[in-house]
């Protein structure tokens, strides 16, 4: 599928007249979350707001390794990441992939966990950065951990409790254009969406 050529006019879908829609994804790292974010955004034709560290670096005019480091122990980089990303998807309909979409963005209309087991996020990661399978499960487990208690101390959010999402979906079944006809199916049965012809 070659979504590089989408625009709002020529989707099969649209946003009801007078409405903004925001959709927050979130999950660990090889999940799939990048992936499904941008290629729901394109299909929907809105903006997949992608604010990160080096978004916040070329800001402040400060080396992302400086930011990076900093980060280790001075949690305002992440608390002004996390602002930007909210305060961006506030703006208009949009679809906000991060660790902590479905957690911060209060205002989501639909909010979609997606999950695989280590293993599997293990090898993807792997496949898309290269090195050692073993090198990387100890930095997936470390970054997870990280994470975890990161998350804990700057926003009280256990991110390993995603309950509360409208959709949880294990990327291990189903292809990315699959997980995202799920998550479109999931927006017209709420009327967030409509088809172009109606």
Do not use: H
Request: include cysteine; aromatic fraction near 8%.
């Amino acid at each position: 599928m070659d979504t590089k050529s989408f625009t709002p006019e020529s989707t099969l879908y649209r946003i009801p007249a007078g409405k903004n829609v925001r959709i927050a994804i979130s999950g660990a790292s090889g999940c799939g979350n990048t992936t499904v974010s941008t290629l729901l955004a394109q299909i929907l034709g809105i903006p997949c707001i992608n604010y990160t560290f080096r978004t916040l670096a070329k800001e402040l005019n400060m080396p992302l390794r400086d930011i990076i480091e900093q980060a280790k122990t001075d949690f305002r980089f992440d608390r002004l990441v996390d602002e930007r990303q909210v305060e961006q998807a506030m703006q208009k309909s949009c679809v906000l992939g991060s660790r902590l979409a479905i957690w911060l963005l209060k205002a989501a209309d639909l909010k979609v966990y997606l999950y695989a087991s280590e293993d599997v996020r293990v090898g993807r990661i792997l496949q898309r950065e290269g090195g050692s399978a073993e090198t990387i499960r100890a930095f997936t487990n470390m970054r997870d951990s990280d994470d975890t208690r990161r998350y804990k101390e700057l926003y009280n959010i256990d991110n390993t409790d995603y309950a509360f999402a409208d959709l949880i979906i294990d990327t291990e079944r189903y292809q990315p254009d699959i997980i995202v006809e799920l998550i479109v199916d999931a927006l017209l049965r709420k009327s967030l969406i409509q088809p172009r012809n109606e």
